[in-house]
């Protein structure tokens, strides 16, 4: 039972144009999401969160939205650059469980110049 | 400001032989994470330390695994006896703490990568 989703393995943009990452979960307990985003042959960096009080964080070139009626969150990266081609994590933690995190498979985005 | 520290990047080993990993967190942090990541797959937490408490074990084999914290600080994860099915990435991660919020936010290390023949 996967409590984290995230439907597309892959995703191709063209430079410069918005990138829409998204991620479906199930566990209503869920209160805290992050992303993260890996490059090969390194960890996990850790790219932006929003807690379950709020529908939408931005930072820069990266907003999340948080649809917690649907319990689906995005990452739109506006715009997108090459550099971001990379494997995009999503997580979900439960605040009163210890914080523990569950990640989900990844979307591997890939930003042609 | 260091990195969460990892070693060795990379080991090969045949079936039923031991491996150990170890981690050295970022410091200060009290939250220190083991995860497993096969091949095409998010990473999947094995157990979870709160200074050298253990918070979460619930999916760590412990036939096979196990994973100390001792003074706090770093910690090892080890495997014996290895099976095929082990081959993938062992990431480290560590967080302030688990009080919530920004707390959360796991900083990881760059992996072992295991290969079992």
């Known amino acids: 039972d996967q409590q984290v989703k995230q439907n597309s393995p892959s995703l191709s943009v063209q430079e410069g144009r918005i990138s829409i990452l998204n991620c479906d979960y199930t566990n209503s307990m869920f209160d805290y999401f992050l992303w993260y985003k890996k490059y090969p042959a390194e960890g996990p960096t850790f790219l932006i969160s929003i807690s379950s009080i709020k529908d939408k964080n931005e930072d820069g070139r990266f907003t999340v939205f948080l649809n917690k009626s649907a319990k689906h969150l995005s990452l739109h990266i506006v715009p997108s650059q090459p550099g971001d081609s990379a494997v995009y994590f999503c997580a979900a933690s439960d605040l009163g469980n210890a914080g523990k995190s569950t990640f989900g498979d990844g979307t591997t985005l890939t930003v042609k110049p | 400001e260091a990195g969460v520290a990892q070693s060795p990047r990379y080991k090969i080993i045949e079936k039923r032989q031991s491996v150990a990993f170890w981690c050295n967190p970022i410091?200060?942090?009290?939250?220190l994470y083991w995860y497993q990541q096969i091949l095409g797959q998010g990473p999947k937490l094995l157990i979870q330390?709160?200074?050298?408490?253990?918070?979460?074990d619930s999916q760590l084999p412990k036939d096979r695994f196990s994973a100390e914290r001792l003074k706090g600080v770093d910690s090892t994860l080890k495997i014996q006896p290895a099976k095929l099915e082990d081959s993938a990435v062992y990431l480290c991660?560590?967080?302030?703490?688990?009080?919530?919020?920004?707390?959360?936010?796991?900083?990881f290390g760059p992996g072992t990568r295991l290969l079992v023949l």
């Open positions: 330390f709160q200074n050298n408490g253990v918070v979460d």
């Open positions: 410091s200060g942090h009290a939250t």
């Open positions: 991660a560590s967080s302030l703490g688990s009080t919530g919020g920004d707390q959360e936010t796991q900083y």
